[in-house]
């Protein structure tokens, strides 16, 4: 047992510490949500982490890995949350490739890895549909097999950043009439290919993130199916476990806790910081032994993974938690602000207007950040579905 | 002990219900929070013609002789069709403190327009560094012959950009946070040296930024006594809590019903999702927050005209009670709702926003909670 590092490691975060500081693009600080940026802004970052061999640090080093150990990972996450970076993509690089890399044949690999590091593939996410949502496997988007080719028919809803993607990975019907989880296939569709209709959903904040995709008779290249007809429901789920382990965030929420921290500092309550109020001073130290908590458990999860243990269903617990002290602090920012927390900031097309934002920068996206923040327990799994899967696999209940 | 509505005010809750029920469904709501201005004028005007803006006056003063339980009901339906048009703003804040600190002469000049529906008012109180701290103010009022100067700023000033006149709490006394030394004032929003900076809020409302420069105002515009505001403030902003409350009970049970209905509709897993035990407690719980939150806004409704310590006993206990429930319900409905809940397209999400901010508005769990304790 051994929780602090050694010299190395501490040379290694040194290393990446100044890494950060001179190759971070400079019209990328400041903005802290994707909502701000433009979609050149988004790969910014990411083409630099390609260019200097570092995009993907979790994949084997065959496929361009970086051969970190686990600490090392860890001290990277924790030094780009630190310098508040901007959050990669992870549709590629920690949804797709590893499943293109795990189970995809070396044609797919040597045509589609390539595309996901270098970014010049924008890839979105394929999974829910309008009647399947918890109920994953439920899914009816239709491919039927003509000759060497799947045509699709369906739709797909949810899809992060389809308005910008060029290829999704889908998750199809092969066989209608095998049990639900075993007519499904994994399938990747070129967004340009007729019949593809990306249609946006504006959700509460007023943000344009996620949207509906249609598909209307799309013809895919037989060679587009990933492993074996009807078994897509096995890679799916090794993806949806990836997602969970990923999805925690543990250092992104430090860092908003230290933000948090300095509203309540600016923040007057008669006359005095908000942040020595002993009230407020509490619900900020109830979040953060959360975290605490949640940061240990995810390096023992991760130790587990690297003795070669896949993300298993603890990692449910690591998205429950982890959601909930995202969901947490973006309440709490917004209790801190006050009065402005009634502040809409204009966003999309809106945003570019030199509309009138009253009130101190901090407090401008209080609001809207927490009810964007009220989606981190509905997706990837919902909240509920998590504790199923505890419940059920690790309980045995 | 008699928990039913007479007969006039069930007639008023029906008319409330039906004229809403016709004209504020939630694609008009839409359009007018989407339009320039973000309010319809035509619809003030109905409210006036319907007697709403006049329900809750003394009939001494050309009301219809209603009160704290007309506002209450009228406040509830306004919830149930998240109406923006700036009701609390103008006949509880503007009008209550007319009635309460106005001289004759001010009631006069100012009430008649109020219940006509000709001029909508705007509370100007809360400032940057105040918080919740009605007497935190820095925007001051200097005596200058037989009237005042003012010069200050005013934050987050809800309906202002609707707004023809001004009521401005200001400092004509004592230090930052005195209680003695708060004066009210009567501003036309035109008037020299007014300027405001307007801009849209979370909950599909205007709001406006107001900053005083040398605005000279005569004697007649001081509301109630000078240097002694702020009990009348604290009152009247209880008169606003009990408002708020109605309105949130409005957007909790529309919630609740449009969760419920939701779970008994959507599929998944071969089942209605309300088969699932875990949702089906959720809900119940919503349903007793929401409950409780009907009780509250009851009691506080009825204790509004006792001594101080009662009414802000049950003024801050209320806020507490609909700010924990609202948030518990908004989100729980939001989460029971999946996806759906988080689009803008649905009407469940705007209900969300609006009980946030009915938080937000008069001071937090937080700040209510402190004062309650403080009270007791």
């Known amino acids: 047992m051994d929780m602090s590092f050694s010299p190395e490691e501490l040379a290694f975060r040194d290393e990446v510490r100044t890494f950060i500081a001179e190759n971070y693009p400079a019209e990328l600080r400041g903005i802290k949500t994707r909502a701000e940026m433009t979609k050149e802004q988004i790969l910014l970052w990411h083409r630099v982490l390609y260019r200097k061999g570092w995009i993907v640090p979790h994949w084997p080093v065959e496929y361009g890995g970086t051969g970190w150990s686990i600490t090392q990972r860890y001290i990277w996450n924790e030094e780009c949350a ?19 890399y795990t189970f995809g044949n070396e044609e797919q690999k040597k045509r589609f890895l390539p595309g996901i590091l270098s970014a010049d593939d924008w ?21 039927v097999r003509e000759g060497d080719h799947y045509v699709v028919n369906g739709s797909k809803t949810w899809t992060t950043l389809a308005q910008h993607a060029d290829w999704i990975f889908c998750l199809v019907r092969t066989d209608p009439n095998a049990k639900q989880q075993e007519g499904i296939s994994f399938l990747l569709i070129d967004m340009k290919t007729p019949g593809i209709t990306v249609r946006p959903i504006i959700t509460i904040e007023g943000g344009h993130e996620v949207n509906e995709v249609f598909l209307e008779d799309v013809r895919v290249p037989a060679e587009n199916l990933i492993g074996e007809e009807n078994k897509g429901w096995t890679y799916a789920k090794f993806l949806l476990g990836n997602e969970r382990s990923g999805i925690a965030g ?8 230290e933000r948090l921290r300095a509203i309540a500092g600016a923040e007057l309550v008669d006359g005095r910081p908000l942040i020595t109020d002993g009230e407020f001073q509490r619900k900020i130290s109830e979040v953060e032994i959360e975290l605490t908590a949640l940061e240990v458990t995810e390096l023992r ?57 009253p009130g101190p920068e901090y407090s401008n996206m209080a609001a809207q950040n927490f009810f964007n923040m009220r989606k981190a327990s509905i997706y990837g799994g919902s909240n509920e579905i998590q504790h199923n899967i505890i419940a059920k696999m690790v309980l045995g209940l | 002990m008699d928990f039913s509505f007479s007969e006039e005010q069930t007639l008023l809750r029906n008319m409330v219900q039906s004229f809403l029920s016709d004209k504020y469904d939630f694609e008009t709501r839409r359009k007018i929070v989407k339009s320039a201005d973000g309010w319809n004028p035509a619809n003030w005007s109905q409210f006036a013609e319907l007697g709403l803006l006049a329900a809750p006056f003394p009939e001494a003063l050309g009301g219809l002789g209603g009160g704290a339980i007309e506002t209450m009901l009228i406040m509830e339906q306004f919830g149930r069709h998240l109406v923006v048009e700036p009701f609390v703003e103008t006949v509880v804040l503007a009008g209550g403190l007319l009635r309460e600190a106005g001289s004759p002469a001010q009631q006069e000049a100012h009430i008649p327009g109020i219940i006509a529906g000709e001029t909508v008012w705007a509370f100007a109180y809360a400032e940057p560094q105040g918080r919740y701290n009605l007497a935190d103010l820095v925007t001051t009022a200097k005596k200058d012959g037989e009237g005042y100067v003012l010069n200050g700023y005013k934050a987050v000033v809800l309906g202002a950009p609707w707004a023809g006149k001004l009521i401005v709490s200001a400092r004509t006394s004592g230090g930052q946070r005195d209680k003695d030394g708060v004066s009210l004032f009567i501003v036309d929003k035109s008037a020299a040296g007014v300027s405001t900076r307007d801009y849209p809020t979370t909950d599909g409302r205007r709001a406006s930024e107001v900053t005083f420069e040398n605005v000279k105002v005569g004697a007649d515009a001081l509301l109630g006594e000078e240097g002694k505001a702020l009990p009348v403030i604290e009152k009247i902003t209880d008169e606003a809590i009990a408002a708020l409350a109605a309105e949130a009970t409005g957007c909790m049970d529309e919630l609740n019903k449009a969760t419920v209905e939701y779970c008994k509709t959507r599929k998944q897993f071969g089942q209605p999702i309300g088969k699932f035990q875990v949702l089906q407690h959720r809900m119940v719980d919503m349903f007793m927050a929401y409950e409780q939150s009907v009780s ?23 806020k507490v009670q609909i700010g924990k429930a609202g948030r518990f319900v908004g989100q729980q409905a939001v989460q029971l709702h999946g996806g759906m809940g988080m689009t803008d397209e649905l009407n469940v999400g705007h209900y969300f926003k609006r009980l946030t901010m009915i938080d937000t508005q008069f001071g937090n769990v937080d700040h209510q909670l402190k004062r309650y304790s403080e009270a007791a």
């Open chain 1, 82 to 100: 630190r310098a508040e970076t901007t959050a990669l993509l992870p549709f590629g690089l920690s949804m797709v490739g590893p499943v293109i």
């Open chain 1, 301 to 357: 999860t991760l130790a587990a993974e690297s003795k070669g243990r896949g993300p298993g269903p603890e990692a449910s617990i690591l998205k429950i938690r982890g959601t909930e002290i995202q969901q947490r602090i973006t309440e709490l920012v917004l209790e801190a602000v006050g009065n402005y927390g009634h502040v809409n900031t204009p966003l999309g097309e809106a945003a570019n207007s030199n509309e009138f934002v």
């Open chain 1, 123 to 143: 890839w979105c996410q394929g999974y829910s549909e309008p009647g399947s949502g918890s109920d994953l496997a439920s899914l009816r988007t239709r491919a």
């Open chain 1, 250 to 257: 543990v250092a992104r929420s430090k860092k908003a806790i």
């Open chain 2, 296 to 318: 509250m806004s009851y009691m506080v409704s009825l204790k509004l005209g006792e001594s101080d310590s009662e009414r802000v006993k049950a003024a801050a206990g209320t």
